[in-house]
């Protein structure tokens, strides 16, 4: 089939969801079909060609709509500028899709321009829109298939009125190919100037998130904690924005070590380095944490086959339980350093957890999630 893959997001980015857009479509291609990329022009600080940049198949055709960065532009102040962008992209695109076999999106603001070509069109949603709840369900009723990436989006978004048999949940995913083998571990340990008998707690991916705390600081307090009290540990922290990292660094003790913004393979290193890899996440009520997300890094934690320990959040119960790892109350440091002792203390039940993660991620491919989503064509 011939697949339009339709975004207002920049194209390459550094940010996590480009990285999700070049999975799925290298997924496509990896399943038989052809994809054409539809992304905004825009001004990219990113000098590297799609393929290269994310390391996925040049067969990945990559067309930017327009001829003005909006987003850029000093006549568009804000949200006006997105505002603009997307008002244009909804004007352009339908000319260039129509011999297309499907139409694929996970962008909102684009479905009225695709659904008007009675094509095919499948929704990916990221995030529920606050407005325009009813009109954005009768859009949704009239997509071939909606993919919701956790079960509490899915049922809220049923309960605005989508058909159930329309929704299916998916979470993000992972290439296990990459992860299958790591860096050595001496050596990644030297490279993070780690001792012998250091155990190392570390996180890899974003320090915020639309302006969000996604924790991490606790991950800090439980180690300096731990530390005080004569432990021999250290935490390792990869991920930006760099100015976030920065002042992470600034406020951290010797036994915290503020990498910032890492390339790939040097996360390779932080995991091979570790001991127990943290997915943190703060007390709070918000729908990011509480419906929304489904975070590749975690995807990524169960390939390495590290022990883990995890925030208890709804959205992350769609993919683990207790057997695969531990999970610790949301915001809550002396439970989260509690989990930690456990898991230094009980070596052999960690790695058997961190085994049966492992097993369970074989599951979560990008090809085999972007499979599953396609069938429905």
């Known amino acids: 089939m011939r697949i339009a893959y339709c975004t207002n997001v920049r194209l ?97 603001a684009l479905l009225p321009a695709l659904l008007s070509l009675s094509i095919p069109t499948i929704m990916e949603i990221h995030r529920l829109p606050r407005r325009d709840k009813y009109g954005f369900a009768d859009r949704c009723n009239k997509c071939v298939k909606v993919v919701c990436l956790t079960s509490p989006m899915k049922n809220e978004l049923v309960s605005w009125g989508v058909s159930e048999d329309k929704v299916v949940v998916e979470g993000d995913a992972v290439d296990i190919d990459k992860f299958e083998s790591l860096p050595d571990r001496e050596g990644s340990r030297k ?47 990869a991920g930006g924005p760099e100015k976030e990292a920065e002042k992470l660094k600034e406020s951290s003790g010797e036994n915290i070590n503020v990498l910032g913004q890492l390339t790939r393979d040097g996360v390779k290193n932080v995991y091979s380095a570790s001991d127990l890899l943290v997915y943190p996440a703060p007390k709070t009520s918000h729908s990011y944490f509480m419906r929304d997300t489904s975070p590749m890094k975690i995807f990524e934690y169960m390939s390495t086959g590290k022990p883990m320990i995890c925030a208890d959040t709804p959205p992350i119960r769609d993919v683990l339980d207790e057997s695969v790892t531990l999970f610790y109350e949301p915001g809550n440091v002396d439970d989260l350093s509690t989990k930690i002792v456990f898991a230094m203390e009980n070596a052999e039940e960690m790695h058997a957890m961190a085994w049966r993660a492992k097993e369970r991620v074989k599951e979560y491919t990008w090809d085999k999630r972007m499979e599953r989503i396609i069938s429905c064509v």
């Open 12 to 108: 390459p980015s550094e940010r996590a969801h480009g990285y999700q857009v070049s999975a799925v479509c290298d997924a496509f291609i990896k399943l038989g079909h052809s994809v054409e990329i539809f992304s905004p022009f825009r001004e990219n600080i990113v000098q590297e060609n799609f393929s290269d940049y994310y390391n996925v198949s040049d067969q990945i055709k990559i067309n930017h709509v327009g001829s003005c960065d909006y987003i850029k532009n000093k006549f568009f102040p804000s949200v006006m500028g997105l505002w603009m962008m997307n008002k244009s992209m909804r004007s352009l695109l339908p000319e260039s899709l129509k011999s297309f076999d499907v139409l694929y999106t996970r962008t909102e």
């Open 191 to 237: 490279m993070f100037e780690v001792e012998d008998r250091e155990f190392v707690v570390s996180y890899a991916g974003s320090i915020k998130t639309m302006k969000l705390d996604k924790g991490v600081p606790q991950i800090i307090k439980a180690v300096d904690m731990l530390s005080s009290s004569g432990m021999n540990i250290k935490a390792l922290i």
